[in-house]
């Protein structure tokens, strides 16, 4: 990975480039939205996009991907990576993560959090039934990484037809990168208070169905949470009063430790991909111990570490101005196509010792 000259290997600046601008040009790919009931009411949506090429294996191949925290399908930063994708003959279908999208309403009194798998499983499921004969390439970004993680070490099931994984710029910890998200070493502190302001904003977009006068609504969910909600600095005390009593947690603690995917990487078998960039401002180095301790003990398992690309920057270009593709982009569709066409070679190589066996 070469970053641009002047700026690329700050950090932060790929980092502030990303949440800001998000990728320049971005193309508008068109796709369909998609509504799934969920079982306690909740509507889950996510956008469906079709191949513009024919795949360089030949085959049927769909990319179901998981955004970052508070993200969807509408993001620069996701529209640019399916335009690629597309292009190189992959079906995409893109969670919106419940609630992230400003103009859909919230239909039960949940959110997404930090590792809830429902709505990604209930995606997955749907494109295993509207298309039998496709094979998945299974991508999350940040927070979604976790999610994608989780949900394929969660069941052995999850990972039938699943070619491989990729994970991009997540922490694989929550109680681990707790205590550093605190610390003001590489502004995360400031970070924080950023990604808390956001997440502020959504959830309080959502004030009445959360909050309201409404039965189906936690029964630890309460006004005192509203004014604590309205004081947060940080995404633990938001955690803490709203986003763990979803799914019945009864402390931050236990909500981080049984949500993060560290305890179900190993769980996972199909080939996967982990990126991380050494300068990434929100994710402390502590935390890269644990894909590199897996990447050594596993074959499955491959740990990408470049020096520069901040959080989910990866900017490419010469001297001053980013081209619109970035490296990640181009990383996570090589790495797919190469996993692909090896796939293809194996099952070639099977039916051929097949045919000469019956020969004999």
Not at 66 to 74: D, L, Q, R, T, V
Not at 280 to 293: F, G, K
Not at 298 to 319: A, D, I, K, Q, W
Request: one cysteine or more.
């Amino acid at each position: 990975y070469i970053p641009p000259l002047i700026w690329g290997k700050s950090g932060h600046i790929q980092t502030a480039l990303y949440g800001k601008m998000g990728r320049v040009r971005s193309p508008h790919p068109y796709g369909l939205r998609k509504y799934l009931t969920m079982p306690d009411g909740a509507t889950a949506t996510f956008d469906l996009f079709e191949p513009q090429s024919e795949h360089c294996i030949g085959e049927d191949v769909t990319m179901v991907i998981c955004p970052g925290i508070a993200n969807h399908s509408e993001k620069q930063y996701i529209r640019t990576f399916v335009d690629y994708a597309q292009k190189n003959g992959y079906r995409c279908a893109v969670l919106n993560h419940l609630g992230a999208l400003p103009n859909i309403e919230l239909t039960s009194p949940r959110m997404f959090t930090y590792g809830c798998t429902w709505e990604f499983s209930a995606m997955v499921n749907y494109i295993k039934k509207t298309y039998p004969q496709t094979q998945l390439v299974v991508v999350g970004f940040s927070l979604g990484g976790n999610i994608v993680c989780k949900y394929l070490g969660e069941s052995q099931a999850n990972q039938e037809r699943v070619l491989c994984c990729v994970s991009v710029c997540q922490g694989y910890s929550a109680l681990r990168a707790q205590e550093t998200f605190m610390q003001w070493d590489q502004c995360r502190r400031f970070y924080n208070f950023l990604m808390a302001d956001n997440m502020k904003k959504i959830i309080l977009s959502h004030r009445q169905v959360l909050f309201g006068d409404n039965m189906k609504k936690p029964q630890s969910l309460s006004d005192a949470d509203l004014s604590k909600l309205y004081t947060a600095t940080s995404l633990m005390q938001i955690d803490d009063n709203v986003m763990r009593k979803f799914h019945g947690y009864s402390s931050l603690k236990e909500y981080y430790e049984e949500e993060s995917c560290l305890h179900y990487l190993h769980r996972i078998y199909v080939p996967l991909l982990l990126v991380n960039a050494a300068d990434d401002p929100l994710v402390h180095e502590s935390l890269l111990s644990i894909p590199r301790a897996l990447s050594e003990k596993r074959e499955n398992v491959m740990h990408v570490l470049p020096l520069h690309g901040g959080h989910l920057g990866f900017f490419e270009g010469s001297v001053l101005f980013p081209e619109p593709l970035t490296w990640m982009d181009k990383l996570v569709v090589q790495y797919a196509n190469a996993i692909c066409q090896w796939e293809k070679t194996k099952s070639h190589c099977s039916d051929t010792e097949q045919a000469v066996s019956g020969q004999e």
